[in-house]
């Protein structure tokens, strides 16, 4: 997987006070820093190494993210949702990159 | 160096004792697996898929789509399906539709007599036949992310399907050419394919379970490679470990193995993506 392409599922509907499931998976290749190439070469870590879920810009869920983490990590965690908004999802990948993306939740 | 020699034949002794122990349970664990009876003349008792030798935690990881990291090539591959390639500027998508529609047994009837290449194709050529004949493109190579996505992708469709393939007519050689190779014994560990997936399935190989090594959930994520690979791929790793010198990927040989595969899973649903470690 060339791209890093983000996947979530979370409801967009929920109570108020309830506590939802949030899966995310990234395709990520996570190289770990410790193979070599054929020339005998170390190739580069770059791994995802941070993760971090905010609902309208409040934390909700981060975690770091370590090299023995296997590719394409997938993450499921709950939240308590109390107020209508947005999730925001974001990667943070080794040299800087990040990669993210949204999904909106109705509370009623 | 006489105590050392000692202790080597005293080792073999063991081995071979255990071999004898390993048929006996392996007799008695495919009994408790979930599958298929299977018609007169079929070599197995039973025809059991791979997802059956896998552990709770694996199937879970198929199971969930979502979680499913295959799924990832998927979606690749129905990107792919849409968009034009080639000097004909054509997509998949123009010649054949909707691949819910167009595809949805496709996958589970592969690899098929090829008439005007004369010779049997497997899904993966069928897909780059198509790509330089109707879209005028270049083919993409064997185990590269394009031809992984859209393999991937196009099999998927018929997952639940249940797999059959022609052996007859002009299928024959093909047929009898692969079910020589599954027999026969080759590389420095002198071994066939029966001899670890016909006559031990469900015994352990060291710390992994052997299973009948069916074909019906490829191209599969496998844990160990950390994406998706294809059935030809798994054949090289297969025969690297009884130490042969692998045939190529896309070879006659591996189509004509891959062809007899088929029939020996004859009856399984298509599992793509599957999930194996």
């Known amino acids: 997987m060339a791209t890093p392409r983000p996947r979530v599922k979370a409801p967009s509907k929920a109570s108020k006070g309830e506590v939802v499931t949030i899966k995310t998976l990234i395709s990520h290749k996570m190289e770990s820093g410790q193979r070599k190439d054929k020339e005998g070469n170390i190739i580069p870590r770059k791994i995802i ?12 869920f981060s975690c770091d993210i370590l090299p023995a983490i296997s590719a394409n990590p997938y993450i499921e965690f709950h939240a308590k949702v109390e107020e209508s908004g947005e999730f925001e999802f974001t990667w943070t990948e080794d040299g800087g990159a990040t990669y993210s993306t949204k999904s909106a939740i109705t509370v009623s | 160096m006489h105590t050392i020699m000692k202790k080597v034949t005293g080792g073999l002794g063991i081995l071979a004792l255990g071999a004898g122990a390993m048929l006996a349970a392996g007799a008695a664990q495919a009994d408790e697996r979930k599958g298929l009876t299977t018609p007169d003349g079929h070599p197995l008792s039973k025809v059991i898929s791979g997802y059956e030798f ?11 789509d979502f979680q499913n ?15 034009a390639a080639g000097e004909a500027n054509k997509s998949c998508a123009d010649c054949h539709g909707d691949a819910a529609d167009s595809m949805n047994e496709a996958g589970a009837h592969y690899p098929k007599w090829n008439e005007k290449a004369g010779k049997a194709v497997n899904l993966e050529q069928q897909i780059n036949t198509c790509r330089t004949e109707n879209q005028k493109a270049e083919a993409w190579k064997w185990e590269s992310e394009p031809l992984l996505s859209m393999t991937s992708f196009v099999r998927h469709q018929s997952r639940g399907t249940p797999v059959a393939v022609q052996t007859d007519g002009p299928m024959t050689p093909v047929f009898e050419k692969g079910k020589e190779l599954y027999y026969t014994r080759n590389g420095q560990l002198d071994m066939a394919c029966a001899n670890c997936h016909e006559d031990n399935n469900g015994n352990r190989i060291r710390s992994d379970m052997l299973s009948q090594g069916q074909s019906n959930g490829f191209p599969t994520y496998r844990l160990k490679w950390q994406k998706v690979g294809s059935l030809h791929r798994r054949f090289k790793g297969c025969m690297k470990q009884v130490r042969a010198t692998p045939y190529k990927v896309g070879s006659d040989e591996f189509v004509a193995l891959e062809l007899y595969l088929a029939w020996r899973g004859v009856g399984l649903p298509v599992e793509t993506p599957a999930v194996r470690n």
Do not use: S, Y
């Not at chain 1, 941070?50 to 909700?60: D, E, I």
């Not at chain 2, 896998?54 to 969930?64: K, M, N, S, V, W």
């Not at chain 2, 990291?69 to 968009?83: F, I, K, Q, R, S």
């Open chain 1, 49 to 60: 190494n941070g993760f971090a879920c905010t609902l309208n810009g409040n934390p909700v």
């Open chain 2, 54 to 64: 896998r552990i709770p935690e694996t199937q879970a990881l198929q199971d969930d």
């Open chain 2, 69 to 83: 990291p295959g799924m990832l090539w998927v979606d690749t591959g129905a990107e792919l399906w849409d968009t």
